[in-house]
């Protein structure tokens, strides 16, 4: 089994930048897409970026060049490192997992971009 804590959230100004951190225990082998998503109010939850466990990643066309995903093995974390922050980033952000045969979601992490 494998459980997800996030962090890393809050308030910042436009142009700012926040790193959220996604860090996994149990399991952790099993696990073979770590994805971010996020959700605005009043709007439908939409992938942000994902990396698979070799490391390739994708990411939506909206945050392209100001997102970076990446991980850390040792430490079983993945980081989001949004930068250029814009208002329309605000939003709860999710920490998702995928493993042969499930996936888990975190608790969320809110982030408040002020213009």
């Known amino acids: 089994q494998v459980q997800l804590v996030e962090s890393g959230g809050g308030l910042v100004q436009a142009g700012g930048s926040l790193r959220l951190s996604c860090a996994a225990s149990g399991s952790t082998l099993s696990i073979t897409h770590t994805g971010w998503y996020r959700q605005a109010p009043g709007k439908q939850r939409e992938l942000v970026a994902a990396?698979?466990?070799?490391?390739?990643?994708n990411y939506a066309d909206s945050v392209k060049g100001r997102f970076t995903v990446s991980r850390d093995n040792a430490k079983n974390t993945v980081y989001l490192q949004m930068n250029s922050l814009k208002s329309d980033d605000t939003a709860v952000y999710y920490c998702?997992?995928?493993?042969?045969?499930?996936?888990?979601w975190g608790q969320g992490t809110q982030v408040t971009v002020s213009s």
């Open positions: 998702t997992v995928w493993g042969l045969g499930y996936n888990l």
């Open positions: 990396i698979s466990s070799d490391g390739r990643t």
